[in-house]
């Protein structure tokens, strides 16, 4: 059975803490559903189809840094791995916690409560782009390094830097002034503040930047992988994903291209994969 602790420390007495706007955003629930829904699922489904390619055979121990409600921890479990769930918001942690075969607690993707070399695996699909400084990406990428084993696999997601200016052309809300104004501020230098729309603080990174930042915190980089490729931007996906047939062409039309240089930019999300030296 699947746990979760009671902890309430996210930090150490010499960082910082997690942003209150960051906490508050994901306080309100919406992130379970957000990628179990709609065109929302392409992210889902393409994040499945590449772990499912990179990560050690199961049984292996999965560190799921900053895993939210559990939505990826869910079926890695089923999928046979012993999970454990790291998050910095308790409603995040007492989701994951009833899954079964689950473990959940919280915690700081910079500061990890976690063993030295005690994972096979170790996943930050949501920390990296919360984490506006430079300085902190590399530390949870050094904490990420720290706590899987020696040749161990680490894998952290990120927002690219036009995902807004797409998505609002998309949207056809760019055209509005006051809209497009706002995205083209978050396209100079990749900060997003919470008045730049819905979303909460992140930044959006220039996909070469990530393999840099793997570096610097002592990683070795192995590749890039589009999630969902330029089909996100399309009119109908939401309609193509409900058919099983163009689902599966949708899914094989963006692997065709997840690791093209030219076109990671134009994916909303991208996974950068590396290892601890053996």
């Known amino acids: 059975m699947s746990s979760s602790s009671a902890a309430t420390e996210t930090t150490s007495p010499e960082l910082p803490a997690v942003r209150e706007e960051i906490l508050a955003y994901y306080a309100l629930g919406k992130e379970d559903a957000r990628i179990r829904q709609g065109s929302g699922r392409l992210e889902f489904w393409r994040t499945q189809d590449v772990l499912r390619r990179l990560l050690p055979a199961a049984p292996a121990r999965v560190l799921d840094v900053g895993g939210g409600s559990g939505v990826h921890a869910e079926w890695l479990a089923r999928d046979g791995y012993e999970v454990e769930l790291i998050d910095p918001v308790p409603l995040h942690v007492d989701q994951a916690g009833r899954l079964p075969g689950v473990t959940a607690r919280l915690g700081d993707a910079r500061a990890l409560p976690a063993d030295d070399a005690s994972y096979d695996a170790v996943l930050l699909l949501g920390p990296l782009y919360h984490l506006p400084e430079r300085p902190d990406r590399v530390r949870a990428l050094g904490e990420a390094l720290r706590a899987v084993r020696p040749g161990g696999l680490v894998v952290a997601a990120t927002i690219n830097r036009y995902t ?23 396209s100079t230098h990749g900060r997003h503040g919470t008045d730049h729309g819905a979303f909460t603080t992140a930044y959006l990174a220039e996909p070469a930047e990530v393999p ?15 999630l ?9 996906v939401e309609e193509w994903l409900d058919d099983p047939e163009r689902r599966e062409a949708v899914m094989s039309a963006t692997r065709r291209i997840e690791s093209e240089p030219t076109l990671l930019g134009a994916s909303g999300h991208v996974l950068t994969a590396g290892r601890r030296r053996p």
């Open 228 to 236: 969902q490729g330029v089909a996100w931007l399309m009119g109908g």
């Open 212 to 226: 840099d930042e793997f570096s610097e915190a002592g990683l070795v980089p192995e590749g890039q992988y589009g």
């Open 164 to 186: 807004a200016l797409h998505g609002l052309l998309r949207q056809e809300l760019y055209f509005d002034p006051a809209q497009r104004a706002r995205t083209d501020d978050v």
